[in-house]
């Protein structure tokens, strides 16, 4: 079974511009968590998408947004970069059963503003 | 909202036990979560206790959870330098609600 692909895995931009980063989840997984990584503030969630809609969402501005296919993949934009947004971005697929909501993590995309 | 502590940095002799710490605010989370990761690589997840459970062993790894003081720990017997790694302690309401994570526990592993 694949697991989480994520793309870029690296990718360096200027303040300013904007950014799209892809997440293909597991096959059959209908969520999708997207998660920022930084060596100050930790693992900070951003959204998740469920069925193409958003479903939790975090405490980020709104230049950071998302969105889900039909095929369950997902994108998250940032617009107007700031030198702050450099972070490991990852991605997370997990299945819709009930239970524990267990992530599957993608290797993450590593964004750099300068 | 839901707030996960951890202890930022842990080191042991290759042999010996280690013992992650985890506190959490929300008395309403109902999972609790252990995961891993390494160098350059996303995270992998170890194992989760619900909260009716105290404790849950999985081959080297035990959990150990008091609920009433919102206390997790994760214990690995007989720790290996392949242990080393950041580990995350995390915490979700339910099964649809998101995954709050603490900030890491960077675990090295002295040969």
């Known amino acids: 079974k694949a697991g989480v692909t994520q793309t870029p895995r690296y990718l360096i931009k200027t303040r300013g511009q904007q950014v799209t980063l892809s997440c293909s989840p597991i096959?059959?997984?209908?969520?999708v968590s997207w998660y920022q990584q930084t060596p100050g503030q930790g693992l900070q969630f951003l959204f998740e998408y469920f069925s193409e809609t958003q479903r939790n969402k975090g405490n980020f501005p709104g230049r950071f947004s998302g969105r889900q296919f039909s095929n369950s993949r997902s994108e998250m934009n940032v617009s107007t970069l700031e030198l702050g947004d450099s972070a490991l971005y990852l991605c997370a697929s997990s299945p819709t059963g009930s239970g524990a909501n267990v992530l599957t993590f993608g290797a993450g995309s590593r964004l750099t503003v300068l | 909202g839901e707030d996960v502590e951890q202890s930022l940095f842990l080191s042991v002799r290759e042999g010996d036990s280690s013992v992650i710490n985890c506190t959490y605010t929300d008395s309403s989370s109902t999972y609790l979560y252990w995961y891993k990761q390494e160098p350059g690589a996303g995270l992998q997840l170890l194992t989760y206790i619900f909260s009716n459970m105290d404790m849950k062993q999985d081959q080297r790894l035990t959990v150990l959870l008091n609920k009433k003081d919102k206390h997790l720990s994760l214990r690995i017997a007989d720790t290996q330098t392949g242990d080393s790694a950041i580990y995350f302690c995390a915490a979700s309401e339910t099964s649809y609600d998101k995954v709050i994570f603490g900030p890491g526990t960077s675990l090295s592993v002295i040969p």
């Open positions: 096959s059959g997984h209908r969520s």
